[in-house]
């Protein structure tokens, strides 16, 4: 069974830096893209940024120049390092990742269960 769990949430206080980890595990037959996204209470899930199997990587507006997110192929594993963090980042961060299982002949959409990032002013 294929699955994603994300590390490195936490308490932060406001321009403090976390790095969050995501690492898919279980029979992996390939991986495209992983991503971030987050959810603040009250509001929709929103992209934070993505990245390719190939290093694209894409942002949104309100993260650019202060998120930076990374994948290790070799590991199938998604950073993503947050600087600057404001109180308005704080969300609950979920791993996804496009993959395909050994056992399976598609791509599906994979969840990891979600990170708490509390940015305190």
């Known amino acids: 069974q294929v699955q994603l769990v994300e590390s490195g949430g936490g308490l932060v206080q406001v321009g403090g830096s976390l790095r969050l980890s995501c690492a898919a595990s279980g029979s992996i037959f390939s991986v495209k893209s992983m991503n971030w996204y987050r959810q603040a209470p009250g509001k929709q899930r929103e992209l934070v940024a993505g990245?390719?199997?190939?290093?694209?990587?894409n942002y949104a507006d309100s993260v650019k120049g202060r998120f930076t997110i990374s994948r290790d192929n070799a590991k199938n594993t998604v950073y993503l390092q947050m600087s600057v963090l404001k109180p308005e980042d704080t969300a609950v961060y979920y791993c996804n990742a496009i993959m395909r299982s050994s056992t399976d002949y598609v791509f599906r959409d994979y969840w990891g269960q979600g990170t708490q990032v509390t940015v305190s002013s």
């Open positions: 990245i390719t199997s190939g290093g694209t990587t």
